[in-house]
């Protein structure tokens, strides 16, 4: 037998390629899937911003979007499996490594291994939601949520540092987020040589202006739960919707809740474009 049907391209998959396209495959899915519920969360918030939002403008409110819909209970799947997919596929970069020369690198693992415990805590939610959980973890109320955390942990030994410095580290994350948006550092896990010129101003549209207001919500979401800490008062802290609708309540009224609104539907769109175009 020709040796070069067994090792050519035409021959069977080694085991190594065959995990990697499943890799690729749950990363890519997993992707498209946030775009999905970011896509809902932004057009949701656009909705209250114009005073018509009768629904959160969370993650619970977007399945409950979603499962109202013909086939909603099979798109709900549908995400439920996507976002395990995210998780396993951060979980892999955890334990073998990212791509790219530092991808193997202690900080590096550590970031995956974090993102993969969120993407699992969104998925399992999800899942729980897509089961008829309604009122479970992915149906509530994200606001609510955030309070009965915080007043959790307000009550413990030294909890106002707790989540003093929690709300620290998300605000830090926001700018984080934000300006390594502006400064288009996405780029680096683009396919940017398989893009049309064109592609890749729209592109960069949707990764900046996305990633930039994703960012701006973050660093709220931040100052909310250390101005909780400070008061002790755990109502002061607030979910993705109270933070959203925080926006309306600015001298800039609600146009300034319309571009943080518009953003996350860039950012959902801006996943898509991940899902097609990342490298894993």
Same mark, same amino acid.
């Given at each position: 037998m020709d040796v070069s049907t067994l090792t050519g391209r035409g021959g069977p998959r080694t085991g190594r390629e065959a995990t990697g396209a499943a890799t690729e495959g749950a990363a890519r899915a997993g992707l498209g899937a946030r775009g999905v519920i970011y896509l809902l969360v932004g057009v949701l918030a656009l909705q209250i911003a114009f005073g018509d939002g009768h629904r959160q403008a969370d993650r619970g409110g977007a399945l409950a979007e979603i499962a109202e819909k013909p086939f909603g209970s099979v798109v709900l799947w549908a995400l439920a499996v996507g976002l395990v997919g995210m998780a396993l596929w951060r979980l892999s970069e955890a334990v073998l490594g990212a791509p790219g020369p530092d991808g193997r690198k202690a900080r590096k693992r550590l970031a995956s291994a974090g993102r993969a415990v969120f993407y699992g805590f969104v998925a399992s939610s999800v899942l729980l939601f897509a089961a008829g959980s309604r009122g479970? =973890?992915?149906?509530?109320?994200? %606001?609510?949520?955030s309070k009965d955390m915080t007043a959790e942990v307000l009550r413990m030994p030294g909890g106002q540092w707790i989540v003093g410095l929690a709300g620290v580290g998300i605000a830090a994350a926001g700018v984080w987020i934000g300006v390594r948006a502006v &400064? =288009?550092?996405?780029? %680096?896990?683009?396919?940017?040589?398989? &893009?049309? =010129? =064109?592609t890749r101003r729209a592109v960069d549209v949707t990764g900046v202006g996305g990633g930039a207001a994703r960012g701006l919500v973050f660093a709220a979401a931040g100052v909310f739960a250390v101005r909780a800490a400070v008061a002790y008062e755990p109502d002061k802290a607030k979910g993705l919707d109270d933070t959203l609708r925080s926006f309306a309540h600015t001298p800039a009224g609600p146009w300034l809740l319309v571009c943080v609104a518009a953003g996350f539907v860039l950012f959902g769109l801006f996943s898509f474009a991940m899902a097609r175009w990342r490298r894993v």
């Open positions: 479970g =973890r992915g149906g509530g109320s994200g %606001d609510k949520q &400064m =288009r550092k996405y780029h %680096d896990k683009l396919k940017l040589g398989q &893009m049309s =010129r =064109r």
